[in-house]
């Protein structure tokens, strides 16, 4: 139609900073360890400070957290809402304090096996007070999470949390480590 503007999809992307240095972040939405170290970039980017830091995060989805790919699309779609990374960002903090709504018991079993993906949704909506159900639905999040998926593996990312600092994948790095020896390492 002419004269009409159509606004264009846009999932914002989950990055925060504008330093030099770039810390790329891979989380899975329901794993402990990605959990920790998504607690500590906060601090980490407070420390080093936005303009020498880039923190990037990249969601790994992995097979074993069975609910995984559903988690992911909901934290793009938030991304995608108007309030964009901050409502990605409220998404992954809800799921990782109520991590136990969200995954299996050992990977395999316990009462969320008769969870529905649109009862995630709405457990995650309850939680953020974000409305995701038509983001949700919207086909272009395919792009986020097929981008993400093949990034990874063509970095050799297999498992979460995994780091790299400037492009280089960081084996030995952990979320274990305190925030000091991150700022350390990327200072």
């Not at 995060?57 to 559903?70: A, C, K, T, Y």
């Not at 991590?99 to 709405?122: S, V, Y």
Request: proline share 6%; net charge negative; hydrophobic share 40%.
């Amino acid at each position: 139609m002419r004269g009409v503007a159509v606004a264009e999809f846009r999932v914002d992307p989950l990055v925060w900073g504008q330093g030099p240095r770039q810390l790329e972040v891979f989380l899975e939405p329901t794993c402990p360890y990605s959990a920790k170290a998504f607690g500590k970039l906060e601090q980490l980017l407070a420390e080093l400070g936005e303009d020498r830091l880039t923190v990037k995060i990249r969601l790994h989805s992995q097979p074993w957290h069975m609910f995984s790919p559903v988690i992911v699309r909901a934290i793009y779609a938030a991304a995608s809402l108007p309030a964009g990374k901050a409502a990605a960002r409220q998404v992954m903090q809800a799921v990782y304090e109520h991590r136990e709504e969200f995954e299996f018991e050992q990977h395999a079993t316990g009462p969320n096996r008769d969870a529905t993906p649109n009862d995630l949704i709405r457990r995650i909506e309850g939680y953020t007070g974000l409305k995701l159900m038509a983001a949700f639905d919207e086909p272009q999040l395919d792009k986020s999470t097929r981008w993400d998926a093949r990034y990874a593996r063509q970095n050799g990312i297999h498992v979460s949390p995994s780091f790299m600092i400037d492009g280089i994948v960081q084996a030995d790095m952990s979320s274990g480590d305190e925030v000091s020896v991150w700022v350390k390492r990327l200072g």
